[in-house]
């Protein structure tokens, strides 16, 4: 029996498409299975940048609470530095020197 060109052409096109469909299933896997690590390791990545960004606000949370104490001054005793207001009387009064004139600071030949 004669094949003719078409015929053979047939034959080998679906000879060669369960090849072609295997070959495509195994790119499938293979990527599948290089996702899988990929999504795995962005997620450890994440979670590593989320421990980091908790690590920072625990640190500026600490540095919050310190200068709140600071601020809060409960533990500085500054009795030593308050005014006696008995004293206030003796202290003499500043008078602003209200004869400043503007039009000196703009003047060009000083």
Do not use: C
């Not at 003719?4 to 469909?21: F, G, R």
């Not at 790119?27 to 960004?53: D, H, R």
């Not at 609470?65 to 009387?89: I, M, R």
């Amino acid at each position: 029996m004669k094949y003719t060109p078409l015929i053979l052409a047939a034959l080998l096109s679906v000879t060669t498409l369960p090849a072609a469909e295997t070959n495509a299933t195994a790119k499938q896997t293979k990527e599948t299975n290089t996702t899988k690590p990929k999504k795995e390791e962005n997620a450890a990545e994440k979670k590593k940048k989320i421990e980091a960004k908790i690590k920072e606000q625990m640190e500026r949370e600490k540095k919050y609470a310190k200068e709140q104490k600071f601020y809060q001054g409960d533990e500085y005793d500054l009795k030593a530095h308050e005014v006696d207001p008995d004293s206030l009387p003796d202290v003499p009064a500043i008078e602003p020197d209200y004869d400043f004139d503007i039009t000196d600071v703009y003047r060009d030949d000083i």
